[in-house]
């Protein structure tokens, strides 16, 4: 799947794999990885400016946290980030199904 | 982590244009992010050195990342970075004149007022002299009196301003280190210094003319402005030309008060 596609939803689909549970970025990319069977190969180095610009934008709140020894920044959803990740989801299903009707196919 | 992630790590930092605190979390969760990369490369059968290599060029060229992380120009942060360079060029303007008030308390010590306050007015009445007799009991006449007042209000005034220079200037470069990176600082501080140079050089070549003028002529424009009140001013503003050229200079070749 093309970088940009993944890019251009990416804060999307952070928000989606965060919404779950919280995660620090490399287990966010490896959630984006296993729920789309490995099709979405997110650009790595591009997680972590779109991870600031959510916690920015207040859709995110970070905080480091040790685990195993290993101190990591741990990302969780704020109410923000839930309000907007279910806008985002209705949105993106309007428009899935728009495109696919005009092109036959089923999403 | 070997070598070759701390390199990459430091050319990150080099690149990054964020301020501090936000370049040293960007550092330590890229660090984090390509151990467990490397870490996980490893599991699928990579040997160390070609784990770490891949996890890095996984992670995409420094400067790619450092672009993602250039904070947008907004109205504020616009205008904050104007509020800081005028506060820096503003200090450095006092400054000098705080050292041009030390200059001329030294020329006026060695040569006496008169080289620095120039001749007394003619009309100092009697109430003039009184006053002046009381802050200047040391005179031995009115005219006296008055030349050491006008050089000690000329060197007060000036080191004051030089002293809220230095106060204003050590707040700017303060706020300066801690929120702009050090590569947007290096940047600046070249284009600042070549300004500061040229805003010096212009002003030198101003009270070189405007005293030599002065010196020359009898217009009585310049009355109560001896040579060493115009020395001062020029020797100061001819240090700071020279300073904010050799920081240029200096800032070209890649050294930068950000260190």
Same mark, same amino acid.
């Given at each position: 799947m093309s970088d940009d596609w993944i890019r251009g939803h990416l804060d999307l689909l952070l928000l989606a794999v965060l919404a779950e549970e919280p995660r620090h970025g490399y287990a966010a990319i490896e959630a984006l990885k296993a729920r789309s069977g490995g099709r979405l190969d997110v650009p790595e180095g591009s997680l972590y400016p779109a991870l600031h610009r959510l916690e920015a934008a207040g859709q995110l709140r970070s905080a480091w946290s040790t685990a195993s020894g290993r101190r990591r920044r741990v990302y969780e959803v704020t109410e923000d980030g839930r309000r907007a990740l279910e806008a985002g989801a209705t949105a993106w299903a309007g428009f899935a199904g728009s495109v696919a009707a005009v092109l036959g196919v089923t999403p | 982590m070997s070598d070759r992630t701390d390199a990459y790590l430091a050319t990150l930092d080099a690149a990054l244009t964020v301020g501090a605190r936000h370049r040293r979390r960007i550092i330590e969760e890229t660090r984090d992010h390509l151990r467990d990369a490397a870490t996980r490369l490893e599991s699928v059968g990579l040997a160390p050195a070609a784990a770490e290599a891949q996890a890095i060029a996984d992670f995409g060229t420094a400067a790619a990342i450092a672009r993602a992380f250039d904070p947008a120009p907004t109205p504020a942060r616009v205008a904050s970075t104007i509020a800081l360079h005028v506060a820096l060029v503003a200090a450095f303007a006092m400054i000098t004149l705080g050292l041009s008030g030390a200059l001329a308390g030294a020329i006026g010590l060695v040569?006496?007022?008169?080289?620095?306050?120039?001749?007394?007015?003619?009309?100092?009445?009697?109430?003039?002299?009184?006053r002046l007799a009381v802050t200047e009991p040391g005179a031995?006449?009115?005219?006296?009196?008055?030349?050491?007042?006008?050089?000690?209000?000329?060197?007060?005034?000036?080191?004051?301003?030089?002293?809220?220079?230095?106060?204003?200037?050590?707040?700017?470069?303060?706020?300066?280190?801690?929120?702009?990176?050090?590569?947007? #600082?290096?940047?600046?501080? !070249?284009?600042?210094? &070549?300004?500061? %140079?040229? $805003?010096?050089?212009? +002003?030198?070549? /101003?009270?070189?003319?405007?005293?030599?003028?002065?010196?020359?002529?009898?217009?009585?424009?310049?009355?109560?402005?001896?040579?060493? #009140?115009?020395?001062?001013? !020029?020797?100061?503003? &001819?240090?700071? %030309?020279? $300073?904010?050229?050799? +920081?240029?200079? /200096?800032?070209?070749?890649?050294?930068?008060?950000?260190?």
């Open positions: - | 040569a006496g007022p008169d080289a620095v306050s120039g001749a007394a007015p003619e009309g100092l009445t009697a109430t003039d002299c009184a031995a006449t009115c005219t006296e009196a008055w030349s050491w007042h006008a050089l000690e209000e000329s060197v007060l005034y000036r080191v004051l301003a030089g002293a809220l220079g230095a106060v204003v200037g050590i707040a700017a470069l303060a706020v300066a280190r801690r929120h702009l990176a050090r590569t947007t #600082w290096a940047r600046r501080t !070249t284009r600042l210094s &070549a300004l500061t %140079a040229a $805003v010096a050089f212009t +002003a030198l070549c /101003a009270l070189a003319s405007a005293g030599a003028l002065g010196l020359t002529t009898n217009l009585g424009l310049f009355e109560g402005f001896g040579p060493g #009140w115009w020395l001062s001013l !020029t020797l100061a503003t &001819a240090n700071a %030309a020279i $300073v904010s050229a050799a +920081a240029y200079a /200096a800032s070209k070749r890649g050294v930068t008060l950000a260190g």
